[in-house]
């Protein structure tokens, strides 16, 4: 059982035989339809908004807002983890899912502090998403400022 | 005195004997297939306390406290205490043991722990150093995935080849003069590492220690794995046991049939949603004292080889891209002591 390079590798061959894969294609459909079924409920939202004779930049912000809510609700409740683990990309992926990523850290480090455990570790899943979204997002506006 | 044999083994010659053992778990523990084997099943994951870090401390004061009186003894005739977890700086134990006012190593091999303490407690009761050990081992599954993965609460999917951390505690009181099972000899593991990197795949990345320190017992001692009623590894899962029963059959040994791993024995994979196993200290600690110990007392297994398994990593060594670090220690258990070995 010599750690050489070659046996390493035929291990790591090995390893993958005895890998089990995700369920690649189930996985996807329960994705398609709860994500479906979020987007479905935002649009819900936003029509109710609409009908109530909001405009289309307060809607978009009173929709969010009102998702956002409600994962984080859910998420403290311990049913978004479940919903996340039956839907996958199809619960991480909508606002949702960004929700649940700063409320779960924000409950979960509360012990160690409202200062150095919730308010240090909150943004511990979120926080790599916000800084490249804002970084790409002045990259882009460079960008345009230049073709435009 | 203690015999060093073959490159990793020690044979000893004083009967080592394992007085009393205590497990406490979880409740999906509980609600597993060993559940009625365990001394203490938990309602819910605190236990009363304010955290699970707290709670991991309290079972283990309790586990220690409930294996001694298992012994007949009191927590003043216990020479040594050797325990670990999983918890950064090893708080889990250090808390658990602060009351009892004993004399305390405190050991890190991540899974493997339970072979570590199993090991070190026996070595000193053989060099006369100690006549009665207190040793275990403790991991709780929502305070290990605070430190090494994700909140609890983040809706993500585990991959397949996943295990899950067993929450509790096993722990055994060894004694110089004492009834059967015996602590015969031990083979302490060298760190085995063949580039795992995935840390969702540890059964991967221990199987090649567990296949190694199986093949080095084997040959240390100069006996074939029939030898053992039963070989049992520590939390190796699905995956790491068919890995390992691989890699020993290109050495040319055959262990697929007096084979089991604790990962797998405390879990009900299709109900309990556990994916490949279970994993933790806690993991082979458990099963080992509730469920192996309780049928080596009945007589329905005389002889095994008892192989925690470990792996070595950080949550920054793996950020770091570095590869996953296994280590396993056997440690042959037996009823009956043959003179040959």
Known sequence: ?????????????????????????????????????????????????????????????????????????????????????????????????????????????????????????????AGPVILYGVLTSVIVGIIYYFIK | MAKHIGQQSIKFEKKISIAATASTVGTKEGEGPLGKYFD?????????????????????????????????????????????????????????????????????????????????????????????????????????????????????????????????????????????PYITGITTGKIVDFGITDANNMGAAMATAAADIILTNLKDFNITPEYYDLIITGDLGYVGKELTIELLKKEGIDISNNYTDCGIEIYDRENQDTHSGGSGCACSAVTFSAYFYNKMKKNELDRILFVPTGALMSSTSVQQGESIPGIAHAVIIENHPKGEL
Not at chain 1, 54 to 65: A, E, K, P, V
């Open chain 2, 40 to 180: 203490v099943i938990l309602k819910d994951a605190v236990d009363g306390e304010a955290s699970w870090e707290k709670a991991e401390s309290k079972i283990v004061k309790d586990t220690l406290t409930l294996a001694v009186k298992k012994a007949g003894l009191t927590m003043d005739d216990i020479d040594y205490i050797f325990s670990g977890d999983l918890l950064n700086q090893g708080t889990g134990s250090a808390y658990g043991i602060r009351d009892l006012n004993r004399p305390f190593f405190g050991l890190y091999g991540a899974c493997s722990t339970f072979g570590e303490s199993i090991s070190l407690g026996s070595v000193t009761i053989e060099s006369g150093g100690a006549s009665k050990v207190l040793v275990g081992a403790s991991s709780h599954f929502c305070a290990a995935e605070k430190q090494f993965r994700f909140p609890l609460g983040l809706g993500t999917q585990r991959p397949l080849t996943s295990t899950w951390t067993v929450t509790g505690d096993g722990a055994a009181v060894l004694s110089k003069n004492g009834a059967p």
């Open chain 1, 1 to 125: 059982m010599e750690n050489s390079a070659k046996n390493k590798e035929l291990y790591q061959d090995m390893v993958k035989k005895a890998s089990p894969d995700s369920h690649i294609f189930k996985d996807c459909v329960k994705a398609f339809i709860v994500g479906g079924i979020i987007c479905c409920v935002g649009q819900f939202i936003t029509n109710y908004l609409k009908e109530l004779g909001l405009t289309q930049n307060d809607t978009g912000i009173y929709t969010s807002s009102v998702l956002i809510f409600i994962s984080s609700l859910m998420t403290g409740l311990g049913l978004y983890g479940k919903l996340g683990k039956f839907a996958g990309a199809g619960s991480i992926v909508p606002i949702t899912g960004f929700s649940n990523s700063v409320t779960s850290p924000a409950i979960e480090f509360k012990k160690e502090g409202f200062v150095t455990g919730l308010g240090a570790k909150i943004f511990i899943v």
